[in-house]
Nanobody, 116 residues
Framework: QVQLVESGGGLVQPAGSLRLSCVASGFTFSSYVMKWYRQAPGKEREWVAS????????NYADSVKGRFTISRDDARNTVFLQMNSLKPEDTAVYYC?????????WGQGTQVTVSS
């Protein structure tokens, strides 16, 4: 049974930091490209960051470049999103996504709220 379980969300003040984790099971994690998406209230889900399955190359949306860092630990089947210098506009539900060719899996999401 495929599972992606996110954790680490919460309430943080502007300029603060959070580290999201996503633990995977039920598939060969190391073979998959891993991504983070987010969805703010009333908006469409948007891509945030990706990390490849080979050489762990990374890509980021312009809105988070220089503030967020995606990483993976294949030994622990886990992908991380380190979020620094958070802004109120980063408030959203953050989703973990695994992708290999036509296969794609989603987690249930974790809420991140940036507010003073």
């Amino acid at each position: 049974q495929v599972q992606l379980v996110e954790s680490g969300g919460g309430l943080v003040q502007p300029a603060g930091s959070l580290r999201l984790s996503c633990v995977a099971s039920g598939f060969t994690f190391s073979s998959y490209v891993m991504k983070w998406y987010r969805q703010a209230p009333g908006k469409e889900r948007e891509w945030v960051a990706s990390i490849s399955n080979i050489a762990s190359s990374t890509n980021y949306a312009d809105s988070v470049k220089g503030r967020f860092t995606i990483s993976r630990d294949d030994a622990r089947n886990t992908v991380f999103l380190q979020m620094n210098s958070l802004k109120p506009e980063d408030t959203a539900v953050y989703y973990c996504n695994a992708r290999l060719n036509h296969l794609t899996y989603w987690g249930q999401g974790t809420q991140v709220t940036v507010s003073s």
